[in-house]
Nanobody
């Protein structure tokens, strides 16, 4: 059974930083592309960042480029999202997602990130 458990969300002031983690189990983590998505109230879910199975290739949404960094530790079955220079508009529920080829393996339950002064 695929499980993705996010953690690390919380309340932070503008300009601050947070590090999200997503612990995976139930599948071969090292063969999956991992992604972070987010969804703000009243908005569609958007792709934030993606990392290839071995971690050599990353990609970011335009709104977070230069501020967020995705990484993974295949020995720990965990993917991370380091978020720096946070803005009010980064407030959202952040979701972890696993994919292999054309197959969606699963979603996490989400972790709330609130940027507020």
């Amino acid at each position: 059974q695929v499980q993705l458990v996010e953690s690390g969300g919380g309340l932070v002031q503008p300009g601050g930083s947070l590090r999200l983690s997503c612990a995976a189990s139930g599948f071969t983590f090292s063969t999956a592309v991992m992604r972070w998505y987010r969804q703000a109230p009243g908005k569609e879910r958007e792709l934030v960042a993606s990392i290839s199975s071995a971690g050599y290739t990353t990609d970011y949404g335009d709104s977070v480029k230069g501020r967020f960094t995705i990484s993974r530790d295949n020995a720990k079955n965990t993917v991370y999202l380091q978020m720096n220079s946070l803005k009010l508009e980064d407030t959202a529920v952040y979701y972890c997602h696993a994919r292999r080829g054309a197959w969606s393996l699963g979603w996490g339950q989400g972790t709330q990130v609130t940027v507020s002064s």
